[in-house]
């Protein structure tokens, strides 16, 4: 069946600008994650959604940052006033309801911020 | 301390050799564990899950020892595609089960 989907796969914005990453979730994965990953460093939790509620933001970095998920489907990552430091890969993973489920990943949205 | 440690390598391993790699975390109240792969520019990919009495899949074996608090990953016959990095991943016992990653171990097999 089909995977995680994200978009873009790569977006190069200026600094300053506003941005809006997707995921799409595998279908009946009510369990949506949000991560981080600057080049050559390990992945850094953003924030968790279970269905359209978010129990866990504690890993976004800033104001600047915020999620919304739609019911139980797509959810996007807006970044406000993107600054040089926000380049990374957005991962977007997603797992079926319950503690301690594999998450499955989407193959990231590369972002260059200039 | 980080919740999860892991040897960042990288483990030069010939072709057809068998390697070993250990991940400690520090929470002892952790309860699922699991091995992924990523390979350079790519997403993780769950390789395997890491049961209480050890599990193997094919060519990989993975060890839970609570005692000590780790888990290991055994490659036996390497091949050249197993040259990847391999993330440790352990679930806290938050409310959410909140997934911790290591940092990742690297392999580089070599013909």
């Known amino acids: 069946g089909a995977g995680v989907s994200q978009s873009p796969s790569n977006k190069v914005t200026e600094k300053g600008k506003d941005v809006e990453l997707r995921c799409d979730p595998i279908s009946g994965h009510t369990a949506l994650y949000w991560y981080r990953q600057r080049l050559g460093q390990g992945l850094e939790f953003l924030i968790y959604?279970?269905?359209?509620?978010?129990?866990?933001k504690s890993g976004l970095p800033s104001d600047r940052f915020s999620a919304e998920r739609t019911g139980e489907s797509v959810s996007t990552l807006t970044i406000q006033r993107t600054q040089q430091e926000d380049s990374a890969v957005y991962l977007c993973a997603s797992s079926t309801p319950g503690t301690g489920r594999a998450q499955y990943f989407g193959p990231g949205t590369r972002l260059t911020v200039l | 301390r980080k919740e999860v440690e892991q040897d960042p390598g990288p483990f030069n391993v010939p072709e057809g050799a068998t390697v070993a790699f250990n991940c400690t975390y520090s929470n002892s109240a952790s309860q699922s564990f699991f091995w992924y792969r990523q390979d350079c520019r790519k997403e993780p990919k769950l390789l395997m899950s890491v049961y209480s009495s050890g599990n193997e899949d094919g060519r990989f074996t993975a060890q839970l020892n609570r005692a000590s608090q780790y888990i290991s990953l055994l490659i036996r016959d390497s091949k050249l595609s197993d040259s990847a990095t391999y993330l440790c991943?352990?679930?806290?016992?938050?409310?959410?089960?909140?997934?911790?990653f290591g940092a990742g171990t690297q392999v580089v097999v070599t013909p």
């Open positions: 959604f279970q269905g359209n509620s978010a129990p866990d």
């Open positions: 991943v352990v679930v806290t016992t938050d409310s959410w089960g909140k997934l911790q």
